[in-house]
C-alpha cells in the first residue's frame, strides 16, 4: 500500500476472521507498516502464530473481547503504549447467525428474538462504536489515516429489495450511520481521518457459508480476493470520500 510507510502503524480488529487475517498477511507482505496489530480473541491462531514467526514484530498478534467494553479499552491502552499513532484502523468483524444462540435470518418479522437482535447490535454496531471511542485519539494526527468498517449491502436502505435478515440489516445500518456520524465529527476535530464503509461483497467465510449455494457464479469472492479489494480502495481514498458507503469494487452504494 503506498500510503503507509515504515513509520505507519494498523490495527485490524477480527484478525482471525476469513477476510482479517487475509488482510492482515497483505499489509505484512504488501505494505512497509511498521507494525499491524492482529487484535482478535484467538491471538495465538496457528495462522497469526506464523505470521508473527515469519514477521517478528511486524506482526502483533493481540487478545480483545470485542462485546467486552474494558477489553476494547485496554487494547487501545496497549497501542498507546507502545506507539501513540494508528495510521490504519479496520473493523473486520461481524454477525449474521450463530446456530448455538439461535440466531438465524429471519425471513419473518415473527422470527424477531430480541436476544438475537441484541446480540447482532452489539457485534455489527455497538463494538465498532466503541472501538472508535477509544482509537480516535490515536488517528487524530498530523498525517492521513483511515477508520474503515466492513458493513454490508444488506444495510443500505436504499437498496433493500428482498426485505428480512431484520437483524443483520438493521444492525448494519446503524453501523453506516456511526461510520457516517463519526465522519462529520472528524471534519471538526480530526481533519485527517477518512471514516469508510466497506462492503466486501460475498466472500467465502465461515459468516456467508450456510448462503454460499445461492451465489451467481463468479460472484463468490475468496478472502484474499476480497481483503486486496479492500485495501485497494483504502489506499485510495481522500478526504473527499470521507463517510462514504463503497463497494468491493470501489462503487458507492446508496445508504
Known amino acids: 500500500m503506498e500510503t503507509l510507510d515504515h513509520d505507519s502503524n494498523v490495527l ?13 498477511e497483505q499489509l505484512l507482505a504488501g505494505s512497509s507498516a511498521r507494525r499491524v496489530w492482529a487484535a482478535t480473541r484467538t491471538p495465538d491462531s496457528p495462522r497469526l502464530t506464523a505470521l508473527r514467526e515469519a514477521y517478528g514484530e511486524r506482526c502483533m498478534p493481540l487478545a480483545v473481547d470485542i462485546l467486552d467494553e474494558a477489553s476494547i479499552a485496554a487494547m487501545a491502552a496497549t497501542l498507546r503504549a507502545d506507539q501513540p499513532r494508528l495510521h490504519l484502523l479496520i473493523n473486520a468483524f461481524g454477525l449474521l447467525h450463530d446456530e448455538a444462540q439461535g440466531i438465524w435470518p429471519e425471513k419473518r418479522v415473527e422470527s424477531i428474538s430480541a436476544e438475537g437482535m441484541l446480540t447482532s447490535y452489539r457485534v455489527n454496531t455497538l463494538a465498532p462504536a466503541l472501538i472508535a471511542r477509544e482509537c480516535l485519539g490515536l488517528l487524530n494526527h498530523s498525517q492521513r489515516a483511515v477508520f474503515a468498517s466492513l458493513s454490508a449491502r444488506v444495510g443500505s436502505i436504499g437498496d433493500n429489495r428482498l426485505g428480512g435478515w431484520y437483524a443483520y440489516r438493521t444492525s448494519k445500518a446503524a453501523q453506516n450511520m456511526l461510520t457516517r456520524d463519526l465522519a462529520i465529527e472528524c471534519t471538526r476535530r480530526a481533519r485527517r481521518v477518512i471514516c469508510l464503509a466497506l462492503h466486501p461483497g460475498t466472500t467465502r467465510t465461515d459468516l456467508s457459508e ?8 463468479g460472484k463468490l469472492f475468496t478472502p484474499a480476493f476480497a481483503a486486496g479489494k479492500l485495501l485497494t480502495r483504502i489506499d485510495a481514498a481522500t478526504t473527499a470520500d470521507n463517510g462514504g458507503f463503497y463497494a468491493w469494487d470501489g462503487s458507492p452504494i446508496p445508504w
Open 210 to 217: 450456510p448462503f454460499q449455494a445461492r451465489v451467481p457464479e
Open 12 to 24: 485490524v480488529v477480527g484478525a482471525s476472521g476469513g477476510i482479517g487475517a487475509a488482510l492482515v
